[in-house]
């Protein structure tokens, strides 16, 4: 059971709209949930689903309606210079590309102490030590060495590890992940979840996961949401998700995932088709032109997010795997 007292995160109806050509778009649409602390949340779906400009709506960084509450503070009434605060303090961010989320003309060391001096308000010589010890628990051989470091010279997994390092500086209570493991290769992205896994179980911090693969998230993940067209489609504990998925976007991703027993010519999966332009969506279910279960209800209306009969599985879908 949830609670106030349990509940770091607590996001309802969240909606972000945004200007184009086209006209206005909602990369994300009324969507709601709930993350415990200590506890992670994954967000799958594919590219252009909404699940990184839902991740920058939390942060503040671009302009959204409805409600966010973090920490028990409401964060709609706070302030620029408070939601500054916020960022990097209680909520660190790892993006997806070390490469560029990195400066290439700092040091590695001057990017971990950065964030420390403007939040903790420590000395260069504290700074220093500290970002030993975070390079240090993020598993960096010779960190010492890797102090003086810029981006370029390290490799993909270890500016990643870089990455996580400077999210850690302050302690954050929230830590959002967002495909923190898409350019990495297999043996690295394992490594890299474990590393996740057990800086979370030391520190109690919850965690947001984007990722667009639930074969990445099955094994760390305790609730998991699959968003479609700007929308949470399909929301349950991951056990539950896994043993029973209703949506049948849900089942597609899952189906698409590569199997070790397949025959190495077998062709993986797909989903037919493209995701919905935001200015053109379809009327009723947005996923009903690539479904293979869609019928003329689902053409016509648009199906609520219902709960199923143990409440905590929640699905949009007018005819359910």
Not at 176 to 203: C, F, G, K, N
Request: with cysteine.
């Amino acid at each position: 059971m949830t609670g106030p007292d349990q509940d770091l995160l607590v996001v309802g109806g969240l909606t972000v709209q945004l200007q184009t050509e086209q006209g206005p778009i909602r990369p994300v649409d009324s969507v709601s949930f709930t993350l415990e602390k200590g506890k992670t949340l994954a967000i799958v779906g594919e590219s252009g689903s909404g699940k990184s400009m839902l991740c920058r709506a939390i942060l503040g960084l671009v302009p959204a309606r409805g409600n966010i509450r973090f920490d028990g503070r409401d964060t709609g009434k706070l302030t620029g210079r408070e939601m500054n605060r916020i960022r990097g303090r209680d909520i660190g961010v790892v993006l997806q590309d070390p490469l560029s989320s990195l400066n290439p003309v700092m040091t590695i060391s001057d990017q971990i102490i950065e964030p420390m001096r403007i939040h903790l308000g420590i000395t260069r010589r504290e700074g220093v030590e500290r970002a030993l010890y975070l390079l240090c628990s993020v598993g960096i051989p010779r960190p010492e060495e890797r102090l003086g470091c810029y981006p370029h010279q390290l490799s993909g997994g270890m500016r990643q590890r870089v990455a996580i390092a400077i999210a850690l500086a302050c302690e954050p209570k929230l830590l959002i992940a967002d495909e923190p493991t898409t350019a990495l290769d297999v043996t690295v992205q394992a490594e890299i979840l474990t590393l996740l896994a057990r800086l979370q179980m030391e520190r109690k911090m919850a965690i947001i996961l984007v990722s667009h693969d639930l074969g990445v998230v099955a094994g760390c993940a305790n609730n998991i949401a699959v968003m479609y067209a700007g929308r949470i489609v399909e929301q349950a504990p991951a056990a539950e998700l896994f043993r029973r998925m209703r949506m049948p976007y849900t089942r597609a991703l899952f189906d698409a995932i590569p199997r070790i027993e397949d025959p190495p010519q077998r062709r993986l999966p797909n989903i037919p088709d493209l995701p919905p332009n935001f200015a053109a969506l379809p009327p009723g279910c947005r996923f009903a032109p690539r479904c293979p279960r869609a019928g003329e209800r689902c053409r016509t209306e648009e199906p609520a997010l219902v709960c199923d009969e143990d409440r905590n599985h929640r699905y949009a879908c007018w005819f359910p795997v």
